[in-house]
Structures are given as C-alpha cells and as structure tokens.
C-alpha cells in the first residue's frame, strides 16, 4: 500500500501543503487536469472551471477503484479513516 495524493495545484504548492498538514506521502501534480476528468471528479470553484473537488479514492494494484469519498470544499479528509480503508482491503 502506498499512498499519493493528486490535485491541479503546481508541485510549489504542494510543498506548502505538504509541510503545513504533516503529511509523509507525495503529492503529484495534476496540472493538465487529465487525473481529474478520468476520476469524474471536475467541478468549479469561486468561478475557477476545471477544479478538481475534494475527494479520495483506494485504487488497488491492478488499477480497480476500491473505495470512493467526497468532502466539502472546506473539509480535511480524515486520513486515519482512509488509512483504515486501505489496510482492510
């Protein structure tokens, strides 16, 4: 098991939120949005189109979705709950 996290943010933003939420796993750039149309995951925010929504998803080895979670544009995923998902699958 090995976590990523993916947004549209530049790989400079992802060091800020990186260091500001402690995390310990990479976050890859989704720059050209490919990861978030595939994902079904594009929305818009504050007028901004193309932006993806919060979310998370278990993708096992072999590339088959797991599980799937959405959140609140203001809402911190709960990494403990995903981490427990992950292990259980």
Excluded at 1 to 8: A, D, E, L, N, W
Excluded at 19 to 45: K, Y
């Amino acid at each position: 098991m090995r976590p990523f996290g993916i947004s549209r943010d530049s790989a400079w933003t992802h060091i800020a939120w990186a260091q500001t939420l402690d995390l310990n796993f990479p976050l890859l750039s989704d720059w050209n949005g490919e990861a978030t149309r595939a994902f079904g995951v594009e929305g818009e925010f504050r007028g901004h189109h193309g932006v993806s929504e919060r979310s998370a998803f278990l993708v096992d080895s072999d590339g088959t979705v797991r599980g799937a979670w959405r959140y609140d544009t203001a809402e911190v995923p709960d990494f403990d709950e995903l981490l427990r998902a992950a292990q259980a699958s």
